[in-house]
T-cell receptor, first 113, second 114 residues
Framework: DQQVKQNSPSLSVQEGRISILNCDYT??????FLWYKKYPAEGPTFLIS?????DKNEDGRFTVFLNKSAKHLSLHIVPSQPGDSAVYFC????????????FGKGTHLIIQP | DAMVIQNPRYQVTQFGKPVTLSCSQT?????MYWYQQKSSQAPKLLFH???????NEADTPDNFQSRRPNTSFCFLDIRSPGLGDAAMYLC?????????????FGDGTRLSIL
């Protein structure tokens, strides 16, 4: 029973264009959402997060949008750069406490020159 | 740089032979987590320590145990590894008590079972 779903295993985007990665969740108790970036042979690196009290959070080229009614969030990267090629994981948690994260399976983003 | 360090990066063990993976942190975070990630799958939480309190996930096999002798170190013990335990094991830390905070991950230990 996957509570966090990333339905696109891979995404190819041209350098300079916008990359949009999507994530859906089923657990209405989730109130904190994160995106992690992972290069091969490295651990996930925190990218950006959003609390359920917000619908948008922006950090430089990265923006996360949250649609609570649709239980959907997305990560926008603009403009996309070659160094953005990586696997992106969507994750969620409840309550901001010590509980662990529930991850999606990831989307492999490939930025083409 | 403050960080989460996992040793070793690669571990090979024999079927049924106990193995221990280690994690240390210099972030002074009060929570440490262990995740298992199999190929093309989502990382899955095994258990976590909140200070000295151990919290096991309901579906974590009994084969897996953990120790946290102090704030900085946490160990994952696999008592009798089976072929299905071959995976990447990720350690993470976070600071709880200051609102929602992200978890910080180490680079993982890739475990192979012969």
């Amino acid at each position: 029973d996957q509570q966090v779903k990333q339905n696109s295993p891979s995404l190819s985007v041209q350098e300079g264009r916008i990359s949009i990665l999507n994530c859906d969740y089923t657990n209405s108790m989730f109130d904190y959402f994160l995106w992690y970036k992972k290069y091969p042979a490295e651990g996930p690196t925190f990218l950006i997060s959003i609390s359920s009290i917000k619908d948008k959070n922006e950090d430089g080229r990265f923006t996360v949008f949250l649609n609570k009614s649709a239980k959907h969030l997305s990560l926008h990267i603009v403009p996309s750069q070659p160094g953005d090629s990586a696997v992106y994981f969507c994750a969620a948690s409840e309550g901001g406490g010590a509980d662990g994260l529930t991850f999606g399976k990831g989307t492999h983003l490939i930025i083409q020159p | 740089d403050a960080m989460v360090i996992q040793n070793p990066r690669y571990q090979v063990t024999q079927f049924g032979k106990p193995v221990t993976l280690s994690c240390s942190q210099t972030l002074n975070h009060n929570v440490m987590y262990w995740y298992q990630q199999k190929s093309s799958q989502a990382p899955k939480l095994l258990f976590h320590y909140y200070d000295k309190d151990f919290n096991n996930e309901a579906d974590t096999p009994d084969n897996f145990q953990s120790r946290r002798p102090n704030t900085s170190f946490c160990f994952l013990d696999i008592r009798s590894p089976g072929l299905g335990d071959a995976a990447m094991y990720l350690c993470a830390t976070s600071r709880v008590g200051e609102g929602s905070q992200p978890q910080h991950f180490g680079d993982g230990t890739r475990l192979s079972i012969l």
